[in-house]
């Protein structure tokens, strides 16, 4: 997330990391699946590929995608889920820091995915949208991917209302200049049909 009043520390007060971390061990508990973003992203990589977790949180997906061979940095601002995520994979890397601001956080660009999992594009701080979509794409390699998974209405989001529509994020993406590539109603892959709830996007950043 950002820390510029974003609205996931409105909701949390930016103390949420070990509730969060329960909630997610008791749905692994009962025999959920609790990774379906890793499994999703692995289909779109190479071995070993290099991947950028934004908003990473608990580190849930980017530990996954580590214990699949691939090499995973985490950036988050919420201390409380960094504290969590350095406690379960302590030899990862992990970064505190804006997702505004990622060019000040010394990543080495060329990333082969980027991802925002988790709603994070819509509980990012009003405003601050277009400016993270552009950070991200400078963190991709020509080719390199923008995964992005948020919901589209009350019932996917923890708001009273969507912040943002899909037209909106496509067009920050295209003037970032990324290309729309694959778009799904769930991290399973089930088509996206117009007014789902629910966004799965995959966007190009194109070879040069």
């Known amino acids: 997330m950002t820390g510029q009043h974003d609205r996931w520390a409105d909701l949390t007060g930016g103390q949420a990391g070990e509730?969060?971390?329960?909630?997610?061990?008791?749905?692994?508990?009962?025999?959920?699946?609790?990774?379906?973003?890793?499994?999703?992203?692995?289909?779109?990589?190479?071995?070993?590929?290099?991947?950028?977790?934004?908003?990473?949180?608990?580190?849930?997906?980017?530990?996954?995608?580590?214990?699949?061979?691939?090499?995973?940095?985490?950036?988050?601002?919420?201390?409380?889920?960094?504290?969590?995520?350095?406690?379960?994979?302590?030899?990862?890397?992990?970064?505190?820091?804006?997702?505004?601001?990622?060019?000040?956080?010394?990543?080495?660009?060329?990333?082969?995915l980027a991802l925002a999992a988790g709603n994070v594009i819509p509980l990012l701080a009003p405003g601050t949208e277009p400016g993270v979509v552009r950070q991200l794409t400078a963190a991709l390699r020509p080719g390199g991917l923008l995964v992005t998974g948020m919901g589209l209405d009350a019932a996917h989001l923890p708001l009273?209302?969507?912040?943002?529509?899909?037209?909106?994020?496509?067009?920050?993406?295209?003037?970032?200049?990324?290309?729309?590539?694959?778009?799904?109603a769930t991290w399973s892959g089930d088509p996206y049909q117009p007014g789902c709830g629910y966004a799965v996007s995959v966007h190009v950043r194109p070879a040069m």
């Open 19 to 112: 509730e969060y971390a329960r909630r997610f061990a008791k749905l692994a508990a009962s025999g959920q699946d609790v990774h379906g973003e890793a499994a999703f992203c692995t289909t779109l990589l190479n071995p070993g590929a290099r991947v950028l977790d934004a908003g990473c949180g608990t580190g849930r997906i980017a530990i996954r995608l580590a214990e699949l061979g691939h090499h995973c940095t985490g950036v988050d601002v919420d201390a409380s889920m960094l504290a969590v995520a350095r406690r379960d994979a302590p030899t990862q890397e992990w970064l505190l820091g804006d997702l505004t601001r990622l060019d000040t956080l010394g990543l080495k660009p060329g990333y082969d």
């Open 160 to 184: 009273p209302e969507a912040p943002l529509t899909l037209p909106d994020f496509d067009g920050w993406c295209t003037r970032a200049g990324l290309v729309l590539d694959q778009r799904y």
